[in-house]
């Protein structure tokens, strides 16, 4: 079956209500391939709402999102096969070693040789000598590598990261983003969520700030993304 291929994720006036809560309302934003976009804004204000969304994990209220020219309906599993989550939760396995993890996860992928898979995936994160080794052992920031990789294996053309700053050193945070960008090189279409704006300043093409579910503009007061984002909350 030839992979399903989009270059653009479109998303068009989405809402997401929980109950009497909505989440989301009235959404747009579109990313393209060889895009990294971040989503910022307080607890609270929708950014996992938008990319479980994104990961088809749930389905909008009203509105709709689409890949490429299809619907995550229309596209079916064809679909799920090129996304890549990173949620906040790593879902690794802390019993098994860094390669069992990686191993595992590419049988379930459907990959062929999952051992030069995750071989491939290990040098990418740094953990070659730590592969033998229980993932409990880890420290987060090894953790966040492997489980980044984990997300990667199958080669998704739509990558959605969870807050995958939180609790990196400065080490783990530095290689975090030259990953990013070497995704970016390969014409991925990547959203992340973050807290980290000072993490994330200098790696993001664009930022869209969400503000109790709805979409605000970025300040244009020309500082530092910390600034520009201030200047959008508080509408200056």
Do not use: C, W
């Not at 592969?131 to 998704?156: C, I, N, Y």
């Not at 992340?192 to 000072?198: G, I, K, M, P, V």
């Not at 930022?207 to 709805?214: E, F, H, P, Q, S």
Request: glycine share 10%; aromatic share 6%; proline share 4%.
């Amino acid at each position: 079956m030839t992979p399903f291929d989009f270059d653009r994720v479109t998303v068009s006036d989405v809402s997401r209500a929980y109950g009497r809560r909505r989440a989301l309302n009235r959404v747009s934003l579109s990313v393209t391939s060889g895009e990294i976009v971040g989503l910022l804004g307080p607890n609270g204000a929708g950014k996992s709402t938008l990319l479980g969304l994104l990961s088809t994990l749930i389905e909008p209220s009203s509105g709709e999102i689409r890949y490429g020219d299809k619907t995550a309906r229309e596209a079916g599993p064809a679909l799920r096969a090129r996304l890549g989550l990173l949620a906040h939760e790593l879902q690794l396995y802390p019993e098994l070693t860094a390669r069992e993890n990686l191993e595992f996860f590419a049988g379930l992928y459907g990959l062929s040789d999952p051992p030069d898979r995750a071989a491939a995936a290990l040098s990418r994160a740094g953990l070659v000598e730590r592969a033998a080794d229980t993932v409990q052992g880890f420290s987060r920031g090894m953790r966040q590598r492997l489980a980044l990789e984990r997300a990667l294996l199958h080669e998704p053309k739509l990558v959605l990261l969870d807050e995958p700053f939180t609790g990196l050193d400065e080490f783990s945070s530095r290689a975090l983003g030259d990953r990013l960008r070497q995704l970016r090189a390969d014409r991925r279409v990547v959203v992340l969520a973050t807290h980290d704006l000072e993490a994330v300043d200098g790696v993001l093409d664009r930022a869209v700030i969400l503000r109790d579910g709805r979409v605000v503009a970025l300040g244009d007061s020309g500082g530092s993304l910390r600034e520009r984002y201030r200047a959008g909350l508080t509408g200056r």
